[in-house]
Nanobody, 115 residues
Framework: QVQLVESGGGLVQPGGSLKLSCAAS????????MAWYRQAPGNKRDVVAT???????NYTDSVKGRFTISRDNIKPMMYLEMNNLKPEDTAVYYC?????????WGHGTQVTVSS
């Protein structure tokens, strides 16, 4: 079992930046895949970025070059640094972990990009 708690969301103007954090309740060395998902109103939950235990990352096309996912297995934390934010990035962002096909979710943090 692992509990995940997101923080760092908020209201930001277009072009601005935010850094999301995901705190895990125990060490995450054994969790091979962690990810950030997002869900906008009326839309399904989609993956934004993934990171393996070894640090291999992958991004959905719409955020490539703007978002950076990282993890600290010792703290244990996962992060999503978001730059040049656009209104279409507005969504609830969720922390996700997958360990041996068992999935864990946080409760989400709201990101709103608006002038």
């Amino acid at each position: 079992q692992v509990q995940l708690v997101e923080s760092g969301g908020g209201l930001v103007q277009p072009g601005g930046s935010l850094k999301l954090s995901c705190a895990a309740s125990r060490n995450i060395f054994s969790i091979n895949l962690m990810a950030w998902y997002r869900q906008a109103p009326g839309n399904k939950r989609d993956v934004v970025a993934t990171i393996t235990a070894g640090g291999i990352t992958n991004y959905t096309d719409s955020v490539k070059g703007r978002f950076t996912i990282s993890r600290d297995n010792i703290k244990p934390m996962m992060y999503l640094e978001m730059n040049n934010l656009k209104p279409e990035d507005t969504a609830v962002y969720y922390c996700h972990a997958n360990q041996n096909a068992v999935t864990y979710w946080g409760h989400g943090t709201q990101v709103t990009v608006s002038s």
